[in-house]
């Protein structure tokens, strides 16, 4: 049991691994050959508090019979919520807005003053359609956008509830004034974010990235940024994290930083850990109360 704030020190998590059955983590663990040989072969299931998995080496964790659990469908509404609040965060500048009341910059009501572009009648891209893509898109299209666009490596047939149309990448980004990442980190998803992406969007673009930092270049992000070759990005997700405080991400004006809370809501976060709980119960004696997430 770690219970500080500060994720486990790899040290100590390769110590106190050693013949457990079931090991609980977070995303902030990797879980790899090392780890998993510091273990040894007492273990039996990887449970994480998360719906990404890409710091446990599935495959690894295949050849010695050692079961997954993650969380999907639980903190999909959760992180649709915060999606939609990050995006009108950064497009409308709440968090500049909110400075400027508390630091003397309100000085009057004035009509071009902290105005940013409205979602009604907009192009919004989402790039990763699987469940939270698809709970964004439904949010989405409540604001009366125009059009939502959406690019996945499959056809994602829910998508005609949305009226979401799939495009290539390209064209995604070259049409979009917003553009929100929601895919999962795996090799093809890997900085697909880089300097030549912003630099096909629209220069009013806002970017929205709820995923994981490692879909994005980060310094071509920076410098997207800095040039107005976009005009904002709002993100929940860094590389590293957390951000460093001296990160240029900070000192930006259009862009707003949120420290990876996407399933933060209280009920999501109660529900994700008993089921992280009962995935552990499921893989070892198959005594659940609630239907187990097993990947593998
Ligand atoms: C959070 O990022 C998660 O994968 O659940
Ligand atoms: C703003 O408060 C308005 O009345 O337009």
């Known amino acids: 049991m770690w219970s500080k704030a500060s994720p486990v020190p790899r040290n100590e998590f390769l110590k106190g691994v050693t013949g457990v059955n079931g090991i609980f983590c977070?995303?902030?663990d990797k879980i790899d050959k090392e780890l998993l040989d510091a273990a040894g072969e007492s273990l039996k299931v990887v449970a994480t508090i998360s719906v990404g998995y890409d710091h446990i080496d599935v495959?690894?964790?295949k050849k010695r019979n050692i079961r997954i659990g993650y969380t999907p469908d639980v903190l999909t509404n959760a992180t649709a919520e915060l999606t939609m609040a990050l995006l009108l965060s950064t497009s409308r500048r709440l968090p500049e807005a909110?400075?400027?009341?508390?630091?003397?910059?309100w000085v009057a009501w004035a009509p071009t003053w902290m105005t940013g572009p409205g979602l009604a009648g907009a192009t919004v891209g989402?790039?990763?359609f699987g469940r939270i893509g698809q709970a964004v898109a439904r949010r989405v299209k409540s604001f009366n956008t125009a059009h939502?666009?959406?690019y996945n490596r499959?056809?994602?047939p829910e998508a005609i509830e949305t009226g979401a149309i799939k495009t290539s990448f390209e064209e995604l980004l070259s049409r979009s004034d917003f553009v929100i990442c929601c895919a999962a980190l795996v090799p093809d998803t890997k900085e697909i974010f880089n300097k030549a992406a912003f630099e096909k969007m629209k220069k009013t673009a806002v970017f929205v990235n709820t995923s994981r930092g490692g879909t994005v270049d980060q310094n071509a992000l920076?410098?997207?940024?800095?040039?107005?070759?976009?005009?904002?990005?709002?993100?929940?997700v860094t590389t590293p994290e957390p951000?460093?405080?001296?990160?240029?991400?900070?000192?930006?004006?259009n862009c707003v930083v949120l420290p990876h809370i996407g399933s933060a809501s209280i009920e999501a976060r109660n529900t994700m850990s008993e089921l992280t709980a009962n995935n552990i119960l499921a893989a070892l004696k198959g005594t659940i109360n609630m239907p187990a997430e097993l990947i593998a």
């Open 26 to 28: 977070a995303l902030t």
């Open 59 to 61: 495959a690894e964790c």
């Open 98 to 105: 909110q400075h400027e009341a508390k630091t003397g910059g």
């Open 126 to 128: 989402i790039v990763g």
């Open 148 to 150: 939502i666009l959406y």
């Open 154 to 156: 499959s056809e994602r």
């Open 222 to 236: 920076i410098e997207a940024l800095q040039t107005n070759t976009i005009r904002a990005a709002g993100l929940d």
């Open 243 to 253: 951000l460093p405080l001296d990160s240029p991400l900070f000192k930006l004006k």
